[in-house]
């Protein structure tokens, strides 16, 4: 945390030129990782008809919303990542999220779905490193923690932005906040 309130100061776009290239790598793997186990089993990709979310609500009524927020929450997590349009723009942020961000997050979590169906067994360990080969393992807990590190610098940027349109709308008090980019 001291690291990365150290590097604020340099300014968001120079933090981004750092970062943009390893979360590029971070989308690229885990929608490759996806993509090769839905490879395996293409049987997964008739979860993605909504006739299953309309028998699953069917069975389950309104204690069913529960479950669509929980959907909701795991795919726009990813979009936490490039939500303050105030320092990339909208159109980068729509190009990104639905260039790379979100294709990989659908891939990943189908390819997590169809490892659970070959071996249900792996939803007690964790799906989304069984979807890694063994000599990969320890290059993407280096890349998931680089991930998680630009995932908070992302928050604390986006916390900053909040609070100042907090105090533009009045619901904070005056603050000062300095831009450093």
Known sequence: ??????????????????????????FV???ALGAF????NPA???????HH???FFGRHGLRG??????????VTGGEA??????????????????GLVMPSLFLNYLGQAALLLEDPKLVEASPFYALVPAWGIYPMVALS?????????????GAFSLTRQAVQLGYCPRITIVHTS
């Open 1 to 26: 945390l001291v690291g990365l309130f150290a590097i604020q100061r340099r300014g968001t776009g120079s933090v981004g030129r750092a970062f943009g290239p390893v979360m590029l790598v971070w």
């Open 53 to 55: 979310a309309a028998a």
């Open 29 to 31: 793997t885990i929608g």
């Open 81 to 98: 990542l490039y939500a303050d349009m105030g320092h990339f723009g909208a159109r980068v942020i729509r190009l990104a999220w639905f």
């Open 65 to 74: 919303l529960g479950v669509l927020g929980g959907v909701v929450l795991a």
């Open 145 to 157: 923690t680089a991930a998680t590190i630009i995932a908070s610098q992302a928050l604390i940027s």
């Open 37 to 40: 186990q839905i490879a395996k």
């Open 44 to 50: 997964i990709l008739v979860a993605l008809s909504p």
